[in-house]
């Protein structure tokens, strides 16, 4: 097997530019990647529906679809600052890729909701489409007192030092 083949030991694709979305290039993008990020979320909680509990699998599920969510809204803030430029906007916020760049650097779902609403609020919209619905908001919120940092469903020990101190406390999903 040749080294770039070894690298991952997974079965190789069935379509010719399947290699983008594992060693980058123009066609990946963040919704790409929250796309596969969705995917692998998805089949994990069929399996386990489908097999009974497994306890190693909440965590790297729920953290697969948390990622899924905040690669979705790092793409739809890009989407909306390059519409906004597109449209002319002049105003103080900047909106160049390098600070986008550095803007994104968070894995705060909140800080990136308020983000994607400063954009939406810079576009040429009907009113309410300036601003994430209700209910998604609501969502959002939620996932971010769950996890603001990005690290809770990330580790299996967040923030107590080299090997101590247990799991981080993770509060039960609120029913509907």
Do not use: F
């Amino acid at each position: 097997m040749e080294e770039a083949e070894d690298r991952l030991s997974l079965p190789r694709p069935r379509w010719a530019n399947a290699e983008i979305a594992v060693w980058g290039g123009a066609s990946e993008d963040d919704l790409a990647l929250a796309g596969g990020y969705l995917r692998v979320a998805e089949t994990g909680a069929r399996h386990w529906i489908a097999h009974g509990p497994d306890d190693r699998m909440p965590l790297p599920i729920l953290y697969n679809y948390r990622h899924s969510i905040e690669l979705s809204l790092k793409w739809l803030i890009r989407k909306a600052a390059q519409c906004a430029l597109r449209e002319g906007y002049t105003g103080e916020e900047d909106l160049s890729p390098d600070q986008l760049d550095k803007r994104l650097r968070t894995h705060n779902i909140r800080r990136l909701a308020d983000c994607l609403n400063r954009y939406l609020a810079l576009l040429d919209l009907p009113k309410v489409e300036q601003r994430i619905d209700p209910e998604s908001w609501s969502q959002l919120n939620w996932l971010d007192s769950e996890d603001a940092t990005g690290e809770t469903y990330r580790y299996a020990v967040v923030g107590h030092g080299a090997g101590g101190g247990g799991p981080p406390a993770r509060a039960a999903p609120k029913k509907k």
